[in-house]
């Protein structure tokens, strides 16, 4: 796989190799500045700090501004696990179970030093028909959805919770530090149909304080996956929190390192739940970027007619980009949002076509850049538009 | 007083309520729930901050750092007392009542 030296330095920081990809002796500023800026989009900066220290031999200006990166992060997780305590000692008090999902779980789970994890909120599946009851026992910790565009502060905690919704909207704490999302599933709308949810909590296994559970390392990577080839892929552009891609590689290699996976139960699992597809890209592009996949799963989850050329465009276009290199997901994505794109990203109400038109109005306004970017790299655009609609085509055969 | 420091040496300090302390890649960090307030301490610094605990007095936390370190036992003296007095000024460490 061709490599930029600044991402070949990232992949040496997230799987090393026994001789490094890249010697960064001699860079010059603008390169460290580059590699700075990539780590800092993919939220790879304390996982950069972490590989560069102990060597000694990066600049002491780019130690320093990772150190501070890596120190704040350290902070803020310390605060949201903190938070995450009170969350699921409130949710337990009141009956609910909390099974983690995504960042809080990957931190507690896969990765040995949690301050490596950058997380922006937290994200706790309980069961369905308790979501309510769990917004209404984190309203008394001060957690509250903002209201929705020409809505007063509601005081009643039953939440917006469409049919298609597999989350709740966030709910925000007094302090305005931190988010919780409520997941009542792990997939959106159209995404496996046969996914039991009701698998995932009997795969969970209790915390050490025994208070909630966490995902199977099996469920782990899936639902990694599913978000590595569902909104990673593309990315918005200057919306620094979505990260890149290249983040979700780190996570599937720190779990391949540090937890026991089934593979034999994994393959399983995906096929029953015709999720091959999307687990094999993603298991796909971090066997290509180094991380200990075993081949023989890739070779069992292969959707037919899987071209090997096609994974490796994927990975070149949608995981080795940042900043305004991003590509769109697809143009429909850009022009013609869905409701639950407006209702949940931009605040609209989705039963009032003047909300919706507004909330129209403030994303397009938002993804004026998004356009130019693209605009000006029209054969990229067609790319990753031709990208997209063969990755849909492969999901389609499966 | 001692040496122009806030803290006496005959005295026991303590870590304040809701700081929260975490080992981070050979450092310390430490987040002041109270405001967001963060701190990385050094080897040397988290070692004088677990032995902070209400317990000790001052002179007895010197006294087990001049054994750990082969340093003179005045200039022991003087750091423990500046560092103390920082973390006080910072509400990360306050005086043990009693």
Same mark, same amino acid.
């Given at each position: 796989?061709?490599?930029?030296?600044?991402?070949?330095?990232l992949?040496?920081a997230?799987?090393?190799?026994?001789?490094?990809?890249?010697?960064?002796q001699?860079?010059?500023e603008?390169?460290w500045?580059?590699?700075?800026?990539?780590?800092?989009?993919?939220?790879?900066?304390?996982?950069? !700090?972490?590989?560069?220290?102990?060597r000694?031999?990066?600049p002491?200006?780019?130690?320093?501004?990772?150190?501070?990166v890596?120190?704040?992060?350290?902070?803020?997780?310390?605060?949201?696990?903190s938070?995450?305590?009170?969350?699921?000692?409130?949710?337990?008090?009141?009956?609910?179970?909390?099974?983690?999902?995504k960042?809080?779980?990957? #931190?507690?789970?896969?990765?040995?030093d949690?301050?490596?994890?950058e997380?922006?909120?937290l994200?706790?599946?309980v069961?369905?028909?308790?979501?309510?009851?769990?917004?209404a026992?984190? #309203?008394?910790?001060?957690?509250r959805?903002?209201?929705?565009?020409?809505?007063?502060?509601?005081?009643?905690?039953?939440?917006?919770?469409?049919?298609?919704?597999?989350?709740?909207?966030?709910?925000?704490g007094?302090?305005?530090?931190?988010?919780?999302?409520?997941h009542r599933h792990i997939?959106?709308?159209?995404?496996?149909?046969? !996914?039991?949810i009701?698998?995932?909590?009997?795969?969970?296994?209790?915390?050490g304080?025994?208070?909630h559970l966490?995902?199977a390392?099996?469920?782990?990577?899936?639902?990694?996956?599913?978000?590595?080839?569902?909104?990673?892929?593309?990315?918005?552009?200057?919306?620094?929190?979505?990260?890149?891609?290249?983040?979700?590689?780190?996570?599937?290699?720190r779990?391949?390192?540090?937890?026991?996976?089934?593979?034999?139960?994994?393959?399983?699992?995906?096929?029953?739940?015709?999720?091959?597809?999307?687990?094999?890209?993603?298991?796909?592009a971090?066997?290509?970027?180094?991380?200990a996949?075993?081949?023989s799963?890739?070779?069992?989850l292969?959707?037919?007619?899987?071209?090997?050329?096609?994974? =490796?465009?994927?990975?070149?276009?949608?995981? &080795? =980009?940042?900043?305004?290199?991003?590509?769109?997901?697809?143009?429909?994505?850009? !022009?013609?949002?869905?409701?639950?794109?407006?209702?949940?990203?931009?605040?609209?109400?989705?039963?009032?076509t003047m909300?919706?038109?507004?909330a129209?109005?403030?994303?397009?306004? #938002?993804?004026?850049? &998004?356009?130019?970017?693209? &605009?000006?790299?029209?054969?990229?655009?067609?790319?990753?538009q031709?990208?997209?609609?063969?990755?849909?085509?492969?999901e389609?055969?499966? | 007083?001692?040496?122009?420091?806030?803290? @006496?040496?005959?005295?026991?300090?303590?870590?304040?309520?809701?700081?929260?302390?975490?080992?981070?890649?050979?450092?310390?960090?430490?987040?002041?729930?109270?405001?967001?307030?963060?701190?990385?301490?050094?080897? @040397?610094?988290?070692?004088?901050?677990?032995?902070?605990?209400?317990?000790?007095?001052?002179?007895?936390?010197?006294?087990?750092?001049?054994?750990?370190?082969?340093v003179?036992?005045?200039i @022991?003296?003087?750091?423990?007392?500046?560092?103390?007095?920082?973390?006080?000024r910072?509400?990360?460490?306050?005086?043990?009542?009693?």
């Open positions: 796989m061709p490599l930029t030296a600044e991402y070949a330095l992949l040496d997230i799987v090393p190799l026994a001789q490094p990809r890249v010697d960064y001699g860079w010059d603008p390169g500045g580059r590699t700075l800026q990539i780590a800092d989009w993919h939220r790879l900066s304390p996982v950069l !700090f972490c590989h560069l220290k102990p000694h031999d990066a002491a200006a780019v130690q320093s501004a990772l150190e501070r890596y120190l704040a992060n350290a902070a803020r997780n310390m605060f949201m696990a938070s995450l305590r009170r969350v699921v000692d409130a949710l337990s008090g009141a009956g609910i179970p909390a099974l983690l999902l960042g809080a779980a990957l #931190a507690e789970t896969a990765y040995p949690p301050a490596q994890r997380m922006l909120d994200d706790v599946l069961p369905a028909d308790r979501v309510d009851a769990a917004s026992t984190l #309203a008394e910790l001060g957690y959805a903002a209201p929705r565009d020409g809505e007063s502060p509601s005081t009643t905690m039953a939440i917006h919770l469409g049919p298609d919704d597999h989350h709740a909207p966030a709910l925000i007094d302090e305005r530090l931190l988010a919780v999302e409520l997939l959106i709308a159209g995404e496996g149909r046969r !996914f039991d009701d698998e995932v909590w009997q795969r969970g296994r209790p915390s304080r025994g208070v966490l995902p390392p099996e469920d782990l990577l899936l639902h990694v996956c599913l978000h590595f080839t569902r909104n990673r892929l593309g990315g918005s552009y200057r919306r620094r929190h979505t990260g890149g891609a290249l983040g979700q590689i780190c996570d599937i290699a779990i391949v390192e540090h937890q026991s996976v089934d593979w034999v139960g994994l393959a399983e699992m995906t096929r029953r739940y015709r999720l091959e597809t999307r687990i094999f890209l993603g298991l796909f971090a066997r290509e970027l180094g991380v996949i075993p081949g799963l890739l070779a069992e292969q959707p037919p007619g899987f071209d090997p050329a096609l994974g =490796r465009r994927l990975i070149a276009l949608r995981v &080795l =980009r940042s900043g305004d290199q991003l590509p769109v997901r697809t143009l429909r994505w850009m !022009f013609a949002p869905s409701r639950e794109v407006l209702s949940h990203g931009w605040n609209a109400d989705p039963t009032a909300s919706l038109a507004r129209y109005m403030r994303r397009a306004r #938002a993804n004026v850049p &998004l356009a130019r970017a693209a &605009l000006r790299r029209p054969w990229l655009l067609v790319q990753d031709r990208l997209g609609d063969q990755i849909q085509a492969l389609e055969r499966t | 007083m001692s040496g122009g420091s806030d803290t @006496v040496l005959a005295e026991r300090v303590r870590r304040e309520e809701g700081i929260l302390a975490q080992e981070a890649h050979g450092q310390t960090v430490l987040l002041r729930l109270e405001d967001g307030g963060y701190y990385a301490l050094d080897e @040397v610094g988290a070692m004088i901050w677990e032995l902070c605990d209400g317990q000790r007095a001052v002179a007895e936390i010197v006294a087990l750092l001049c054994e750990e370190f082969d003179p036992e005045r @022991v003296q003087a750091d423990v007392l500046e560092f103390i007095d920082d973390l006080r910072e509400r990360l460490l306050v005086l043990a009542a009693g």
